[in-house]
């Protein structure tokens, strides 16, 4: 710990460091605000959007363009707008020219991401490491920049081949597409082409309509069907404390007990729908950690989870997407983490675990999210109580692993991007690296797809990079491997409602927090070290 923040070095060398991380957070902020404030648009007219709902149309600003007479619609690189044109417009040109447009924003973030590798390489060094990534990786679960790259390779192998067959058949749905319209084909998939493609590959072999799921997912019967799962798998009692006074009269506090013993574990808040000023996303917070006190007793923790589901009315019921579940368990699985932690110190309490570790728990129970078993427990349609049917399930689940090997590919160029950028030994300012053109070519590399000839620089709206994720963007993969590591080898084994497993999981990966290291407490849970089989079974590999 001293060592890394330098605590060993002259002073000279001490003041180099803290001004190499005060311009550090200069430009991260600097990067991040010149993507906020780009508000460039582009304009289509309705035709050019072919394919779109109506709904994308109302209440749109448009205009007359004065060269052609024709209304054009205003089109931003938000994502509201962005995805629905990158996977709905028919037009290949349409989606191009907003693809390009996109790429092509906030040039200036270049030149900060340059000056901010060479400061990252510059501060490694003053502190004794080979490269940044060195130094970012002590103390993560990956350790070095040989295990990640091991991590990567392996996956990368295994991905291609279902990759290839992916995009082949992206690529004969587009020859049949285009070519019924009489256009000259480019036999290959374009980045603007991935989700179009992908949409229609998806209507075409699974047809899931998620309109017509929502309504198996009322949002009272899937709350408490969730806060049932929860209970029953971990062997607590959650229960409502009447008339507490929290920030609004929508939060809801919860006291938890073992079931067993009867005895206190907690609190836990739950604030689930939407209000003005409220942050906007679903999200779980530690409110106080838990820890023991110097007199020897417990201080118990408290935890909140927020959400924004729609309040039902008295004549329409509130109906989630499969998505919204998911998201809602996942950040359930972070709320159990904090409250079932059992650390001495506050330090080390609940999800202040290794970064690459951090989801792997609440990984793992998204999966009870696509378990017919599961989910027919409190899936049942709004109007006719009837449970979800098991083969809408499995449909689903079909739907999920569709390109599942380019999706994953994609998540790996990312990382290797990433840790390329980072794991420079020399500085680059003795060997200039041109990271617009390393971010190009590894993406055609690794991800087969291409981004055309016009000059685009996507790497400058590549948000993580600048905002914590430098050397770190891997452990979105790396925790995924292990959480599917986790479910598969001992609750699809053992049985979801085992409660030996159930047990097992509360005390042994839950319990310790950040007082073991990530891959100590995967060896406890699995009784060996953990491999990436499950992960590619999970995705329909082998
Ligand atoms: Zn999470």
Same mark, same amino acid.
Request: charge should be negative; aromatic fraction near 12%; include cysteine.
């Given at each position: 710990?001293?060592?890394?923040?330098?605590?060993?070095?002259?002073?000279?060398?001490?003041?180099?460091l803290?001004?190499?991380k005060?311009?550090?957070?200069?430009?991260?902020?600097?990067?991040?605000?010149?993507?906020?404030?780009?508000?460039?648009?582009?304009?289509?007219?309705?035709?050019?959007?072919e394919?779109?709902?109506?709904?994308?149309?109302?209440?749109?600003?448009?205009?007359?363009?004065k060269?052609?007479?024709?209304?054009?619609?205003?089109? &931003?690189?938000?994502?509201p707008?962005?995805?629905?044109?990158?996977?709905?417009?028919?037009? =290949?040109e349409?989606?191009?020219?907003?693809?390009?447009?996109?790429?092509?924003?906030?040039?200036?973030?270049?030149?900060?991401?340059?000056?901010?590798?060479?400061?990252?390489?510059?501060?490694?060094?003053?502190?004794g490491?080979?490269?940044?990534?060195?130094?970012?990786?002590?103390?993560?679960?990956?350790?070095?920049v040989?295990?990640?790259?091991?991590?990567?390779?392996?996956?990368?192998?295994l991905?291609e081949?279902?990759?290839?067959?992916?995009?082949?058949?992206?690529?004969?749905?587009?020859?049949?597409?285009?070519?019924?319209?009489?256009?000259?084909?480019?036999?290959?998939?374009?980045?603007?082409?991935?989700?179009y493609y992908?949409?229609?590959l998806?209507?075409?072999?699974?047809n899931?309509?998620?309109?017509?799921?929502?309504?198996?997912?009322?949002?009272?019967?899937?709350?408490s069907?969730?806060?049932s799962?929860?209970?029953?798998m971990?062997?607590?009692?959650?229960?409502?404390?009447?008339?507490?006074?929290g920030?609004?009269?929508?939060?809801?506090?919860?006291?938890?007990y073992?079931?067993?013993?009867?005895?206190?574990?907690?609190?836990?808040?739950?604030?689930m729908?939407?209000?003005?000023?409220k942050?906007?996303?679903?999200?779980?917070?530690?409110?106080?950690?838990?820890f023991e006190?110097?007199?020897?007793?417990?201080?118990?923790?408290?935890?909140?989870?927020?959400?924004?589901?729609?309040?039902?009315?008295?004549?329409?019921?509130?109906?989630?997407?499969?998505?919204?579940?998911?998201?809602f368990?996942?950040?359930?699985?972070h709320l159990?983490?904090?409250i079932?932690?059992?650390?001495?110190?506050?330090?080390f309490?609940?999800?202040?675990?290794?970064?690459?570790?951090?989801?792997?728990?609440?990984?793992m129970l998204?999966?009870?999210?696509?378990?017919p078993?599961?989910?027919q427990t409190?899936?049942k349609?709004?109007?006719?109580?009837?449970?979800?049917?098991a083969?809408?399930?499995?449909?689903?689940?079909?739907a999920?692993?569709?390109?599942?090997?380019?999706?994953?590919?994609?998540?790996?160029?990312?990382g290797?991007?990433?840790l390329?950028?980072?794991?420079?030994?020399?500085?680059?300012k003795?060997n200039?690296i041109?990271?617009?053109k390393?971010?190009?070519?590894l993406?055609?590399?690794?991800?087969?797809v291409?981004?055309?000839?016009?000059?685009t620089?996507?790497?400058?709206?590549?948000?993580?990079?600048?905002?914590?994720?430098?050397?770190?963007?891997?452990?979105?993969?790396?925790?995924?491997v292990?959480?599917?590591?986790?479910?598969?080898?001992?609750?699809?084994?053992?049985?979801?409602?085992?409660?030996? &497993?159930?047990?097992?999981?509360?005390?042994?990966?839950?319990?310790?927090?950040?007082?073991?290291? =990530?891959?100590d407490i995967?060896?406890?849970?699995?009784?060996?070290?953990?491999n990436?089989?499950?992960?590619?079974?999970?995705?329909?590999?082998y």
């Open positions: 710990m001293y060592k890394r923040v330098g605590m060993q070095l002259e002073k000279s060398e001490r003041d180099k803290k001004e190499i005060k311009r550090l957070s200069e430009l991260s902020i600097d990067f991040q605000e010149n993507i906020i404030k780009d508000d460039g648009v582009i304009w289509f007219s309705k035709n050019e959007l394919g779109l709902p109506d709904d994308f149309f109302e209440g749109r600003t448009q205009k007359e363009d060269e052609d007479g024709q209304v054009k619609y205003e089109v &931003t690189t938000k994502y707008d962005l995805f629905p044109v990158l996977r709905m417009a028919k037009n =290949g349409t989606r191009r020219r907003l693809q390009v447009f996109e790429a092509q924003r906030c040039k200036e973030n270049v030149k900060i991401l340059e000056e901010a590798v060479e400061l990252r390489f510059e501060a490694a060094k003053i502190l490491y080979k490269s940044h990534a060195d130094f970012v990786l002590e103390n993560k679960m990956a350790k070095t040989a295990n990640v790259e091991k991590f990567e390779k392996e996956l990368r192998e991905l081949p279902i990759a290839a067959k992916e995009l082949e058949d992206m690529l004969e749905l587009k020859r049949k597409d285009e070519g019924a319209k009489g256009a000259n084909v480019d036999d290959c998939i374009y980045v603007w082409d991935f989700r992908l949409r229609l998806k209507e075409k072999l699974y899931v309509d998620e309109e017509k799921i929502k309504e198996y997912f009322a949002m009272e019967n899937v709350v069907g969730i806060l799962i929860y209970q029953e971990l062997g607590l009692k959650f229960i409502q404390v009447d008339n507490s006074s920030w609004h009269k929508d939060a809801q506090l919860f006291e938890v073992n079931s067993e013993d009867k005895s206190f574990v907690g609190h836990f808040w739950m604030d729908h939407p209000r003005e000023g942050y906007t996303h679903a999200a779980c917070w530690s409110l106080r950690p838990g006190r110097a007199d020897g007793s417990r201080q118990y923790p408290v935890s909140a989870i927020v959400a924004n589901l729609s309040k039902p009315t008295p004549t329409r019921p509130s109906l989630l997407k499969h998505d919204e579940l998911v998201t368990f996942h950040e359930f699985g159990m983490h904090n079932c932690s059992q650390t001495k110190w506050s330090r309490h609940g999800v202040e675990v290794e970064r690459d570790f951090v989801e792997a728990p609440s990984q998204e999966n009870w999210c696509w378990e078993e599961v989910l409190f899936a349609h709004y109007e006719t109580n009837e449970p979800i049917p083969e809408v399930v499995t449909k689903l689940v079909n999920k692993n569709l390109g599942a090997g380019l999706l994953n590919l994609r998540q790996i160029f990312f290797l991007f990433d390329q950028l980072h794991s420079l030994t020399s500085s680059p003795v200039p041109d990271i617009v390393l971010y190009n070519d993406r055609l590399q690794i991800s087969n291409h981004s055309g000839e016009e000059e620089w996507q790497v400058a709206t590549f948000g993580h990079i600048m905002g914590g994720y430098d050397s770190g963007y891997y452990g979105y993969l790396w925790s995924e292990f959480s599917a590591d986790m479910f598969y080898s001992r609750f699809k084994v053992e049985g979801l409602k085992n409660k030996k &497993t159930g047990y097992d999981y509360k005390n042994l990966v839950l319990g310790p927090g950040g007082s073991k290291d =990530g891959m995967l060896i406890d849970f699995l009784g060996r070290e953990p990436n089989v499950s992960f590619l079974k999970s995705i329909g590999i």
